[in-house]
């Protein structure tokens, strides 16, 4: 026989229990929430060291949040939230300033922020130095430490930078210039070799940049290129000297007028009157047809060229005896 007053004070202890329970739960999920709401503050408050631009190529969140974990930013799944909620970084050049931001201000400047640009261009057949002197003055840049990252962060002394007009921001660091350039630079030469080889072998490649550069310096125009390239590996092939002019216009000679003097007083493998072979490195940096003419040479038997001086192109021939008269018909 059941006492109704006992059955009454259990269920009632029962309800408490669940009811406290419910509570108990209710409030860990209140201050669970409330802690990570905090925490992602604290994150997002978080001091965050950056370039004063940011180069943010095209792609998703995601692969832009990858793009700046490969270049030491740290970025984590948060960012990457935040960035979808305030809206779609924009690709390109980012000003991101100097003052020192924390992350929520940094995340938000590569969605409204764009760089003012300016316009720096590399000609074909120009040497590194030349043109970083160019860089330097254009964009209120050490030269010394240009030259000092380009040494550092380069794999060879010339040749490694495509030749292109270049969109580039005011206020630009010169470590993250050099960086910016060799990169894609690379990139390209690694798409242009694989259309071309199937593969990329960087040692391989950069042979045929040496060749290249001495094609850019010698000939007279794109069309005389691959004849131009013919008539050197004929000469390496006979183990003749090259002796050209255009291998001795590297670095800071890049415009000078080849003397008498300066071919018997230059030491260096650009020497090529008096070393065999092609130079240790690229004279200068080169063009696609360049490089094209330097892997696909036209099949011919010349071994000599001189420039017209009516024409201002170039007069092939195939022995001394022709080559000399040439050059007698120019004086």
């Not at 590194?128 to 002197?133: G, K, S």
């Not at 206020?171 to 990329?200: D, V």
């Not at 004279?283 to 001189?306: D, Q, R």
Request: aromatic letters at 14%; one cysteine or more; glycine letters at 4%.
């Amino acid at each position: 026989m059941e006492i109704p007053f006992f059955k009454t004070k259990n269920n009632n202890i029962t309800n408490i229990e669940i009811v406290n329970k419910k509570y108990s739960i209710f409030f860990f999920i209140r201050y669970f929430f409330l802690f990570i709401i905090f925490g992602i503050f604290y994150y997002l408050l978080f001091p965050l060291k950056s370039n004063s631009v940011v180069y943010i190529p095209k792609g998703s969140v995601g692969q832009i949040i990858s793009y700046l974990n490969q270049n030491n930013y740290q970025m984590s799944i948060i960012d990457k939230y935040i960035l979808s909620f305030l809206g779609h970084p924009q690709s390109g050049w980012i000003n991101i300033g100097n003052k020192e931001l924390n992350r929520a201000e940094f995340l938000y400047k590569l969605t409204v922020s764009k760089a003012a640009l300016e316009t720096i261009t590399l000609i074909p057949g120009e040497t590194t130095i030349v043109f970083l002197d160019q860089v330097a003055k254009q964009l209120d840049l050490n030269k010394t430490i240009l030259l000092k990252e380009f040494e550092k962060q380069a794999s060879y002394k010339e040749g490694v930078l495509i030749p292109e007009t270049y969109k580039i921001p005011k206020g630009i660091t010169e470590s993250l210039f050099i960086n910016f350039i060799l990169k894609y630079s690379e990139n390209n030469f690694q798409k242009i070799s694989k259309k071309i080889f199937g593969e990329y072998n960087a040692k391989k490649w950069h042979q045929y940049i040496i060749i290249a550069s001495i094609i850019q310096k010698e000939a007279a125009s794109e069309d005389e290129m691959p004849i131009v390239s013919s008539v050197i590996y004929n000469r390496l092939k006979k183990g003749m000297k090259l002796q050209m002019d255009g291998t001795l216009n590297y670095g800071i000679y890049s415009h000078e007028k080849i003397t008498p003097q300066r071919i018997k007083q230059d030491n260096t493998s650009y020497n090529t009157y008096k070393f065999s072979g092609v130079p240790q490195d690229a004279v200068c940096n080169v063009s696609l047809n360049a490089i094209k003419a330097a892997i696909f040479p036209i099949k011919s038997e010349y071994l000599y060229f001189v420039r017209d001086k009516n024409t201002k192109k170039h007069i092939f021939t195939t022995n001394i005896k022709d080559h000399n008269n040439a050059i007698n018909r120019q004086k």
